[in-house]
């Protein structure tokens, strides 16, 4: 981060010096770069590294929080059970927090009531399950008329892919797509970049992000996201009591502040832990001033 960056830097000193936080950032266009292929998309060097080492400090719980679906986050972040690192999927749909062998204070559980864990049998009730499949047939109809188009089939959504799909066939697709997610009550369309998702679920990540805040008793949160589908998590968040709000990349934003693109949120993070480091009263690895013994 350069001199110009120095209004963000402040920023993320005085949210490290806060007594409990949650650092959750988004995945795709975030973590990691876009591409064509949505199940090739890995984290950049050093993000998944900067996640789990801010997980380890005290009082800080780190997060994934996507819409990709659980199993498909896991797959792809490599963040198992013992990572230490909350995934969120399906834009909070689903959580693994509960499933962490060390869930934290077992005195303060904290309010879960809203996440649901990965396998719960109550994930989807008889309706919502049966309007997902009506879904998959008029998604599937849309795919025969433009099979350049990708879908993604999630526990509580479909989704169609358009990335690297000729303009003018992406858009009819879309269009085809948002017309069936108006047409069936009980279905939310959540657009995204080249991306249209239509869900059973009324899940976002805001709800998600204030529910894991609550369950893990932080003081602020912070959260890194590039999509239209994370303004409702800047919007549920309150920088004028800490938390800190980042939008990766172009486009409109209610976040408070931006960077540029994954690089920035590596650095970002990486910056996160050594202030917190400082914060803490702990030396900052590599800067500790070697003595010579005489
Ligand atoms: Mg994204």
Do not use: C
């Not at 204030?210 to 409702?232: I, K, N, P, Q």
Request: proline fraction near 6%; avoid cysteine.
């Amino acid at each position: 981060m350069t001199d110009a960056r120095s209004e963000l830097r402040i920023a993320v000193a005085a949210f490290a010096a806060r007594p409990r936080v949650l650092v959750a950032v988004d995945f795709d266009g975030t973590l990691a770069p876009f591409v064509t292929d949505p199940l090739q998309a890995r984290a950049l060097p050093g993000g998944l590294e900067a996640l789990v080492a801010a997980a380890a400090l005290d009082d800080v719980t780190a997060a994934v929080v996507s819409g990709r679906d659980l199993a498909t986050l896991a797959a792809l972040t490599g963040i198992g059970p013992d990572a230490g690192v909350t995934l969120i999927g399906s834009h909070g749909a689903q959580t693994s927090l509960g499933q962490h062998t060390n869930p934290g204070d077992p005195a303060n559980p904290g309010d879960r009531s809203n996440l649901h864990p990965a396998g719960d049998a109550a994930f989807l009730d008889e309706e919502a399950t049966a309007r997902l499949n009506v879904l998959r047939g008029e998604l599937e109809a849309i795919r025969f008329r433009y099979p350049s188009v990708r879908l993604e089939n999630k526990p509580s959504a479909v989704v169609l892919h358009t990335r690297g799909v000729e303009p003018s066939v992406a858009a009819a697709a879309t269009a085809a797509a948002h017309e069936v997610g108006a047409r069936y009550a009980g279905v939310h369309v959540m657009p995204g970049k080249d991306v249209v998702e239509l869900t059973v679920l009324e899940a976002n990540k805001g709800n998600a992000l204030v529910d894991l805040a609550r369950a893990t008793s932080s003081d602020a949160t912070l959260y890194l996201g590039d999509d239209v589908t994370d303004e409702r998590a800047f919007a549920a968040l309150d920088p004028q009591s800490g938390d800190l709000t980042v939008k990766v990349g172009e486009g409109e934003t209610v976040a408070a502040q931006r960077v540029p693109d994954p690089e920035s949120v590596v650095a970002l993070l990486e910056l996160f832990v050594a202030q917190r480091r400082v914060a803490q009263g702990r030396p900052v690895q590599g800067r500790v001033a070697q003595r010579r013994v005489d």
